[in-house]
């Protein structure tokens, strides 16, 4: 019921911006807290960002002063604004949702956008 949809992804030069939305169509309740995560070819998903129910924030350190993750409540949508970009930022980029219902946890993806960084 939690139903995660990514966008803004494209191809971009260095140096260049991108925004990634994630709009949650589905349920919020439980949900405690959303982020991004990135996974490149032959690589493990990495933890990008992420931001708690209460507004609280956590960066990688590899995306530190250059990328910031927001939420609009109203919209029920996480951002992610990607300035200063490099092609070791090219990657998949998946929303993800940290849900607890009934004591039960769980984890939410969206499908990805894919993110492309030249030189």
């Known amino acids: 019921q939690v139903q995660l949809v990514e966008s803004g992804g494209g191809l971009v030069q260095a140096g260049g911006s991108l925004r990634l939305s994630c709009a949650n169509s589905g349920s919020i309740f439980g949900i405690k807290s959303m982020g991004w995560y990135r996974q490149a070819p032959g690589k493990q998903r990495e933890l990008v960002a992420t931001i708690t129910s209460t507004g609280s924030t956590n960066y990688a350190d590899v995306v530190k002063g250059r990328f910031t993750i927001s939420r609009d409540n109203a919209k029920n949508t996480v951002y992610l604004q990607m300035n200063s970009l490099k092609p070791e930022d090219t990657a998949v980029y998946y929303c993800?949702?940290?849900?607890?219902?009934?004591?039960?946890?769980?984890?939410?993806w969206g499908q990805g956008t894919q993110v492309t960084v030249s030189s």
């Open positions: 993800n949702a940290q849900r607890v219902v009934l004591g039960i946890p769980g984890d939410f």
